[in-house]
């Protein structure tokens, strides 16, 4: 460990650390645009200047390596007058945008300018006009006059994905980001570039205009669309009162988790975790060959208990069919095999998901399911045939991961209409499977809910809901937890408190493994 | 004064291998490969105060030095033959005229160092010399004085010519790395410096052409001799470029510390016909100007420093009383635009926000305060960019202010306000 | 004037490549050879370099952007680069440029429509001493004054 000094605090950083990374882990911001933690330092922007006693000249904190007492101030007049000359530069050719620009209230820029007291440019030649509404990829606008070539954006492309769709042409003040011939940027990743950029360049075609930054909670949650389980953070807009539908989701982001995503996260996960947001079931719908009257959850779930009881008297749970989701938490699939198969015997049971897709060298993997690990912990087969467990049932409880993954039923949907029991689905996105079945309740999404998802390197990650259900929709766990008491199992959790917390905790009691890193 | 580089009859063409053998040529090499270890090369050159003449003057030996001493990866040396720096065109008449001078500095070079491969990065310009260059390599490697085994003493060295393509920032020697490496010129992030980490990774010597073709006659008279030519802390001869308002603008091989008024008013002849001194610029366009009251300084690096300025490229730029002082601070900041490599925030910005503000003024259009606001945008700049570029495009901007404020003023119109 | 790289040219662009421990370092010389053939950079050319030096057609675009003596549209048959530095300016550059632009009755950044001149202003040529000073192609021509510029023109075919 080398010990130094940061604005007269002791501060103890491993060998090797930039003065930059040093500040951060002491608490110290250091400004800065083109730094990024995942790329080595590229020292371009300059705002990190910092005074080190000793050196003539100010040096950046991004790629100085702390030494064995070296004084570091990185407040002082020299370093001010530095950093406001950068931002005042940058300034100079940037367009007042903020008005119009999404990045306004999330910006380096403007953060930065608003903290040194940059209020009134003092550039008064003219600007370049340069191109601002340049689509890059399908969900991509570059706005060259606010670009500050940090070269963030070109180096993702370079040092992540490997692609290098952007590059810099030209020079000095003419030097601008841009595309080959205008191929656009169509990789797995690009949402990143939105992210990665510190001002409003690029920007997110489904975010724009939408809404402003300092309306939106970032929440902790975790990507349900494969088996890395990339952490997210939700950006949560908690609604403006008496205004209809302005509560929700607005976007997802990458949360750093070194173990598990880097810094980013995929396309399929950013913007297929917009889908589920906005597709979803929200209302308890039964046919005629439902419970009579009134949707409710009461009669439903008594329906569907009465179902069951029925089998089981005539000694026909054989036919009872249960399909599960590798998107139920482990909370739920632990209840899931306590009601269905400890505690009714069913034997017809498989699982419904998207299908495998190709993996690719970055975060990507084949199970587009974020919690089969968990599942097959909890000795559930994942990969059981689903037309087996399907063909000659005559009752259905089916948890659904819409909207893919109960594709082979809704195409060939003949094992479903010749049931002629009971059949339930519990979704919490429309699976196309609604008017096969006689009751659709509906489940809370992956951002409604809390629980605990192992993903494909055995980690296990808890998360919490990001806000609470919409329209009637509940967690799995508690449809679970009412049923079970509904059909009156034994189990001391289907007679105590309604909750996750005792639901976790059981599953920890009796399974051990969900407690730490697996494997 | 002995000629030593130039070395050539008025009206001559480019020396050629027998004529270059003629006068002694590949002796020196022969002298530093048979009868000195390579130690004994870096003492000399290090003894001779030889200081690198493409313009920052960072001494060589001690540069050399610098290469750690490991097997393994192989050494490179880069000659920067980029020659971008306005007012300066001495090596294009080493690498036209005289070429197997550098090429023996080379192997000298190389043999100190322990290189076997050098490139020559020659401005795409230049290209008429290159392919001379190359022919003259051709001519060596045949005979013996360049490739497999020198002069039969068993050292290799090879000499690839590489051409650059319009880029003054590539003159900077790790701009000149990314350029040779086929990228853009960006500048690299020092530390790691290139003699640990240069070309593909490996370590590297970067020259300037004058600086290795000093090094034949320093090794023939020995480091002694070559200081006693020079000054103290500065040996040898340096090719003064004059250029500008003077009768006879040429190249004058003088000693280090050579007397600018000597330089321009003997040498060069003086001023055109009808026109007066009225300021220099000394050592090629980055260096900060002097008044006509000025010029009595000793031109090395270290006189030129202490009046303010530098010798830099030694390019002198000679400017008469009919030039506007606006007139020349227009061409250093339009330059200075034209060249930033927009990597870095203040270079970027403030090279195009110094032309910006200066056109305007060349265009009539000044305002009050204007000058000031100037002076403020390069106070911005310096000391804060990635390359030493930035203070290149500061320093003379500063000084032109300082010394020639009243007269910049003139271009204001008094009845303007500040915007 | 083509657009794609013959098959000598990838030939020599081949060889050359090997030279150096990575290909893309063949970047600047092949693009010189190609300009030299070609007239100048098309985007098909750019992707036949890409391809033999083991890069993106992005990296060689980048380079051909950056430098100033790559060209991505032909130039004339005769580039006339003149000099606006200093020492060219103080020994009446600016004249010289008028005087071009006045005979070829184009201005800098053009074309004449037959062809056969460009006239563009360059940065320090390294020819100060011969200033003013201009460079046609590769050929560099020095204390020049307006006399000197109608006859230079007039021996040019």
């Known amino acids: ?58 040096e950046l904190a991004c790629s100085t390596v702390v030494r064995e007492g070296m004084k570091v101030t990185t407040e002082c007049a020299n370093v001010r007058a ?47 006009k340069r191109a601002k509404l340049v689509p890059i990829g399908d969900k991509l606008l570059l706005d060259r006059e606010r670009c500050i070539l940090c070269s963030r954006c070109v180096r993702f492309l370079t040092r992540v994905t490997g692609t290098r769709e952007l590059g810099i042409f030209r020079r000095g003040i003419m030097a601008e980001v841009d595309l080959y011939e205008g191929e656009p940027i169509r990789n797995n990743y690009s949402g990143n570039l939105a992210d990665v950029c510190p001002v409003g360049a690029i920007t997110d075609v489904e975010f724009r205009f939408r809404t402003r930054p300092w309306f939106l909670q970032e929440k902790p949650t975790l990507c349900p669309l494969c088996s890395r389980g990339c952490n997210l953070w939700a950006d949560y807009h908690p609604g403006f009162p ?45 046919t005629n060959r439902g419970p009579r009257g009134f949707p409710n959850w009461e009669k439903a779930l008594a329906f569907g208990a009465a179902g069951i009881h029925e089998l089981r008297q005539s000694g026909r749970i054989g036919q009872a069919a249960l399909l599960l989701s590798a998107r139920l938490t482990a909370e739920e699939l632990y209840l899931a095999r306590k009601i269905f198969v400890d505690g009714l015997g069913f034997v017809r049971i498989a699982f419904t998901d998207p299908a495998e897709g190709p993996d690719d060298a970055i975060l990507l993997r084949r199970e587009r399911a974020p919690n089969a690990r968990g599942a097959r912990m909890l000795g559930f087969d994942t990969k059981a045939g689903l037309s087996a467990a399907v063909s000659g049932a005559s009752t259905l409880w089916i948890f659904g991961a819409g909207p893919a993954g109960l594709d082979s039923l809704r195409d060939a949907p003949g094992p479903l209409q010749q049931a002629a029991g009971v059949k339930i689905l519990i ?47 509940r967690p799995e766990w508690r449809i679970l937890l009412d049923l079970g008491a509904a059909l009156g199992l034994p189990g001391e959790i289907f007679k105590g408190p309604a909750d996750l917390i005792s639901v976790s905790r059981a599953l920890r009691i009796e399974h051990p493994e969900f407690l730490g890193e697996v494997g | 004064m002995p000629s030593r580089l130039l070395d050539l009859e008025p009206g001559a063409g480019p020396r050629g291998l027998a004529a270059y053998r003629e006068r002694g040529g590949y002796s020196a090499a022969r002298k530093a490969l048979s009868s000195m270890t390579p130690a ?114 068993g050292f290799a060295l090879d000499v690839a010519v590489h051409r650059g393509a319009g880029a003054y920032v590539c003159g900077e020697e790790t701009a000149l790395l990314e350029s040779l490496e086929g990228k853009r010129g960006w500048p690299r992030l020092k530390p790691p ?117 530098m010798l830099g490229s030694a390019g002198i730029i000679v400017i008469g009383d009919d030039t506007p002082i606006l007139r020349v601070l227009d061409r250093i900041v339009k330059f200075y635009a034209h060249e930033s490599c927009g990597q870095c925030t203040p270079c970027r910005l403030g090279t195009a926000w110094m032309a910006k503000l200066v056109r305007r003024l060349s265009a009539g259009e000044g305002r009050q305060g204007d000058v000031t606001e100037l002076e403020r945008v390069a106070s911005m700049i310096r000391g804060r960019t990635l390359c030493p570029l930035g203070d290149a495009a500061v320093l003379p901007v500063l000084a032109v202010v300082s010394k020639f404020r009243d007269e910049l003023e003139t271009s204001i119109p008094p009845e303007s306000r500040r915007a | 004037m083509s657009t794609v790289l013959s098959s000598g040219l990838k030939d020599r662009i081949a060889a050359l490549a090997v030279r150096y421990p990575r290909k893309q370092a063949a970047l600047l010389p092949a693009l010189h050879w190609i300009q030299d053939e070609n007239g100048f950079i098309a985007p098909e050319a750019e992707r036949d370099l890409a391809a033999l030096l083991e890069i993106k057609p992005i990296q060689v675009r980048e380079a051909v952007a950056f430098y100033t003596m790559f060209h991505r549209r032909p130039m004339g048959r005769y580039h006339v680069q003149v000099c606006d ?73």
């Open chain 2, 193 to 309: 410096f290139p003699a640990v980490v240069g070309l593909f990774s490996s370590p590297t010597v970067i020259n300037n052409v004058e600086t290795l073709a000093n090094l034949p006659g320093l090794i023939r008279d020995g480091s002694a001799a070559f200081l006693a030519l020079g000054c103290p802390q500065d040996g040898g001869t340096r090719l003064f470029g004059v250029s500008g308002a003077v009768v006879k603008p040429g190249l004058f091989e003088l000693s280090v510390g050579a007397s600018l008024r000597e330089i321009i008013f003997q040498h060069a002849g003086g001023m055109l016909p009808g026109k007066m001194l009225k300021a220099v610029i000394p050592g090629g366009l980055s260096s900060p100007i002097l008044k006509a009251d000025e010029i009595d300084v000793a031109m090395d690096f270290d006189s030129l420093a202490a009046s303010g300025s």
């Open chain 1, 242 to 286: 008496r205004v209809a539908d302005s509560a929700g989701i607005f976007r997802f982001r990458p949360r750093p988790n070194e173990a598990v995503n880097g810094h980013w996260i995929c396309d399929i996960g950013r913007y297929g975790a917009m889908a589920l947001v906005r597709n979803r079931v929200r209302e308890i719908q039964w």
């Open chain 1, 1 to 58: 460990m080398v010990r130094l000094c940061i604005d007269g605090r002791p501060v103890e950083a491993p060998e090797g650390t930039t003065v930059l990374q040093a500040s951060k882990s002491a608490g110290i911001r250091i400004p800065h645009f083109c730094h990024h933690p995942a790329f080595p330092p590229e020292g371009s922007c300059r705002i990190c200047l910092v005074a080190i006693e000793g050196l003539p000249k100010l």
């Open chain 3, 85 to 157: 530095n200093l020492s060219c300016d103080i020994r009446g550059g600016a004249t010289v440029l008028a005087r071009l632009q006045e005979r070829l009755g184009i201005g800098p950044g053009e074309t004449t429509a037959d062809g056969k001149f460009t006239l563009t202003t360059v940065e320090c040529l390294g020819a100060c001493e011969k200033a003013p000073c201009l460079m046609i192609n590769f050929d560099y021509h020095g204390s020049l004054d307006p006399d000197r510029v109608d006859r230079l023109l007039e021996s040019l075919e």
């Open chain 1, 82 to 128: 530095a950093r406001r000359a950068v931002l005042e530069f940058l300034l100079a050719e940037h367009p007042l945008d903020c008005p119009i620009c999404d990045k306004a209230g999330d910006c380096k820029l403007q953060d930065y300018s608003q903290e040194h007291g940059l209020t009134e440019n003092a550039f008064s030649e003219i600007k370049e």
């Open chain 2, 40 to 153: 004994d090369v870096r003492e000399e050159v290090k003894k001779a105060r030889l200081r690198g003449r493409g313009g920052a003057g960072f001494p060589a030996g001690i540069k050399w030095s610098f290469v750690p001493q490991e097997e393994g990866r192989p050494v490179y040396l880069c000659v920067n033959a980029d020659e971008g720096e306005p007012g300066t065109f001495k090596d294009k008449y080493i690498l036209g005229h005289n070429p197997h001078l550098l090429l023996e500095g080379i192997v000298i070079a190389g043999y100190a160092v322990g290189i076997h491969s050098a490139y020559v990065y020659i401005r795409g310009e230049y290209e008429l010399i290159a392919r001379r260059l190359e022919d003259a390599i051709v001519e060596a490697t045949a005979c013996g004085f360049l490739g497999a085994d020198i002069q039969g003493t």
């Open chain 1, 427 to 473: 979704a919490a996105h429309p699976t196309g499977l609604e008017p096969l079945v006689d009751v659709v309740l509906p489940a809370a999404s992956v951002f409604e809910k809390g629980g605990t998802y192992v993903n494909t390197d055995g980690l296990v990650q808890a998360f919490e809901p990001v806000h609470p259900p919409c329209g009637e929709a």
